[in-house]
């Protein structure tokens, strides 16, 4: 199963092999309320009128998005996707049949000289399994700084700082947005 998703509390899906299927749970609307605040207890971040949108990570690594009343219209929206897939470098997408063997060496080539890498996609199209594959491919001297609205790289890596961002406290204060992470790792030891 890879992803989880909720659009009312009678309408719980799942999506298996890259098909939904709609499960027979039926919740009430304080089971669903109650769920993803046991959820969020441990990531950090909120939901409230003021911060109607939460994205976080769970414990498992699958990432928890919520949107509640009055941005959707009657009920809470969740989604919880799994990651199944977790590959250390380039060369596990091509044993599992992602790229080809000519892809992976270009891909991995590009990544040692160091040269810019733009990774895009929709959703769910594999942006960051492709984006931790390439990771695993920089060489164990050279230094690692990622910047996320919530944590999803999984590296291993000897020199890797990875920074989150942080939603504003009830008192409006302590945001740390995607631009200040930006300019924060522009300030940190730079690779030999």
Same mark, same amino acid.
Request: proline share 5%.
């Given at each position: 199963?890879?992803?989880?998703?909720?659009?009312?509390?009678?309408?719980?899906?799942?999506?298996?092999? %890259?098909?939904?299927?709609?499960?027979?749970? &039926?919740? !009430?609307?304080?089971?669903?309320? =109650?769920?993803?605040?046991?959820?969020?207890?441990?990531? %950090?971040?909120?939901?409230?009128?003021?911060?109607?949108?939460?994205?976080? &990570?769970?414990? =498992? %690594?699958?990432? @928890? /998005?919520?949107?509640?009343?009055?941005?959707?219209?009657?009920?809470?929206?969740?989604?919880?996707?799994?990651?199944?897939?977790?590959?250390?470098?380039?060369?596990?997408?091509?044993?599992?049949? !992602? @790229?080809?063997?000519?892809?992976?060496?270009?891909?991995?080539?590009?990544?040692?000289?160091?040269?810019? !890498? &733009?990774?895009?996609?929709?959703?769910?199209?594999?942006?960051? !399994?492709?984006?931790?594959?390439?990771?695993?491919?920089?060489?164990? /001297?050279? +230094?690692?700084?990622?910047?996320?609205?919530?944590?999803?790289?999984?590296?291993?890596?000897?020199?890797?700082?990875?920074?989150?961002?942080?939603?504003?406290?009830?008192?409006?204060?302590?945001?740390?947005?995607? +631009?200040?992470? &930006?300019?924060?790792?522009?300030?940190?030891?730079?690779?030999?």
């Amino acid at each position: 199963m890879e992803e989880i998703w909720i659009n009312k509390p009678n309408r719980v899906f799942i999506a298996r092999g %890259g098909r939904s299927e709609l499960t027979g749970i &039926v919740l !009430t609307p304080e089971q669903v309320r =109650d769920l993803v605040e046991r959820m969020l207890r441990t990531s %950090g971040r909120r939901l409230d009128l003021s911060q109607p949108f939460v994205d976080a &990570v769970l414990s =498992d %690594g699958s990432r @928890l /998005h919520v949107v509640i009343p009055e941005v959707t219209q009657k009920h809470w929206s969740v989604n919880i996707r799994r990651f199944v897939v977790r590959p250390k470098t380039i060369f596990d997408l091509v044993r599992l049949g !992602t @790229l080809n063997q000519q892809a992976a060496v270009f891909l991995d080539a590009a990544v040692q000289c160091g040269l810019n !890498t &733009v990774v895009a996609g929709g959703t769910q199209a594999g942006k960051t !399994t492709l984006l931790n594959a390439l990771l695993g491919c920089v060489p164990k /001297h050279e +230094r690692v700084i990622s910047c996320e609205e919530v944590f999803e790289i999984k590296i291993d890596h000897p020199d890797w700082i990875a920074m989150q961002t942080r939603d504003a406290s009830l008192e409006g204060t302590g945001e740390i947005p995607l +631009r200040r992470l &930006v300019r924060e790792a522009l300030r940190v030891r730079p690779l030999d």
